[in-house]
Each structure stands twice: as structure tokens, then as C-alpha cells.
């Protein structure tokens, strides 16, 4: 079956740090770029972050920026989400979903089901 | 900064009814870059509709789109049980990616 697993998430306190890691199963997902987005309770959907299938490219929002790292290690085809100084803020459901260039479309079409971060003292 | 705003907030309706979702950008964007997804509660997003208009595999083609430069819209023709969800619009950006506040689209 071709999925997106999330894990690592959990209950922080603020200030601490948490790694989020994406797994795939059914295909490689050394093959994709990847993004992260993030759904607090109750509310829309956030991107995160995004790093190219080669790592070549890395972005992220500003929101996040200086405190988030987007990485991948090819060898596990894993890609992770090192979050540092955690905020209130910053809890969520956090989603790692498949990016997807198709001629000239570009969306991202496999969601993961999510990893919980609770950041609260 | 690209900002989607989506309406109505929710949308009441009855199974068999039609539903009219919309999606407006802040500025022009591309309709290769504007992306709807579907989301039930305690799921993952589902992409639906893909360049603005393209179903995405496997979508019924009861759900379509159309649009272009600031406002885009999601129909669903005959809506069925499983259809009530909140809708999300989204602009696939260069460097950021927005996502609209969402519909809700509800039983009445």
C-alpha cells in the first residue's frame, strides 16, 4: 500500500526541541520532494517547509525559519523535521505529504496521517 | 504573499444538492498552481482537483473545478454522504505555499 507515516511527535515543553521523521511505504521516496505542513487544532492547514528529492533545494516558512531544519537521509529514504525552541504556538498536526511536478502542474498528491505536537509547559 | 480567501465559511446543504465552494487569490495566480483538497476529521488532506480543473485519480467527476487568475471555484454536482468535509483551496507558490481558511461543507 503506498503511504506517508509520520512519527516522533509528542508532548514538549516550550523551549525544547522534537524530531519528526516521514517514512514511505509501497515506493521510494528518495524519488519526491517532500513538504511539511501543520494543522492546529481547529484550524487550516500551514505549510511548513519543503526539501528537494536530491536535497538540493530547502525552504521554509517564516514562521518557522531559524528554528525548524527540513533534512533527509537517502540510505533510510526518511525525511525529517528537527524543531528547536518550541513555542505554544507550534502545536499541531503535523503532515509530511509527496510533492508532485506533472508537466506544468505542481500539487502535493500522498498525505501522511499525521504526528501530534503538543508544546505546553 | 499570496492570501486565499475561501466562502463561504460553511456551506449548508442537503444530499442530491448542488455545492459551490469558491477561492479567491489576493493577486493574479496561475491556474497550473491552484489546488483543491478534501478533509474529513481525524483524516489526512486528499487532493481532489489539481490545476485549478484536472481531477486527480480516482476523484468522481461529480467534483470540478474552474477558474482563473483571482477566483476559482469547486463544484460538486450531486453531493453524497461522503462529500460533507472541509474544504481546503491551496496556491502552489515558488517559495511558499498557501493554503485558504476552508469551507465547511455540512449536512442540513
Known amino acids: 500500500q503506498v503511504q506517508l507515516v509520520e512519527s516522533g511527535g509528542g508532548v514538549v515543553q516550550p523551549g525544547m526541541s522534537l524530531r519528526l521523521s516521514c517514512v514511505a511505504s509501497?515506493?521510494?521516496?528518495?524519488?519526491?520532494?517532500v513538504h511539511w505542513v501543520r494543522q492546529a487544532p481547529g484550524k487550516s492547514l500551514e505549510w511548513v517547509a519543503f526539501i528537494q528529492n536530491d536535497g538540493g533545494l530547502i525552504y521554509s516558512a517564516d514562521s518557522v525559519k531559524g528554528r525548524f531544519t527540513i533534512s533527509r537521509d537517502h540510505s533510510k529514504s526518511t525525511v525529517f523535521l528537527q524543531m528547536n525552541s518550541l513555542r505554544a504556538d507550534d502545536t499541531a498536526v503535523y503532515y509530511c505529504?509527496?510533492?508532485?511536478?506533472?508537466?506544468?502542474?505542481?500539487?502535493?498528491?500522498?498525505w501522511g496521517r499525521g504526528s501530534l505536537v503538543t508544546v505546553s509547559s | 504573499e499570496i492570501v486565499l480567501t475561501q466562502s463561504p465559511g460553511t456551506l449548508s446543504l442537503s444530499p442530491g444538492e448542488r455545492a459551490t465552494l469558491s477561492c479567491r487569490a489576493s493577486?493574479?495566480?496561475?491556474?497550473?498552481?491552484l489546488v483543491w483538497y478534501q478533509q474529513k476529521p481525524g483524516q489526512a488532506p486528499r487532493l481532489l482537483i489539481y490545476?485549478?480543473?484536472s481531477r486527480a485519480t480516482g476523484i468522481p467527476d461529480r467534483f470540478s473545478g474552474s477558474g482563473s487568475g483571482t477566483d476559482f471555484t469547486l463544484t460538486i454536482s450531486r453531493l453524497e454522504p461522503e462529500d460533507f468535509a472541509v474544504y481546503y483551496c491551496?496556491?502552489?507558490?515558488?517559495?511558499?505555499?498557501?493554503f485558504g481558511q476552508g469551507t465547511k461543507l455540512e449536512i442540513k
Open positions: 505529504a509527496r510533492d508532485i511536478w506533472l508537466l506544468e502542474w505542481r500539487f502535493f498528491d500522498l
Open positions: 491551496q496556491h502552489y507558490g515558488t517559495s511558499m505555499h498557501t
Open positions: 490545476g485549478a480543473s
Open positions: 493577486q493574479s495566480v496561475s491556474s497550473n498552481y
Open positions: 509501497g515506493f521510494s521516496l528518495n524519488n519526491n520532494g
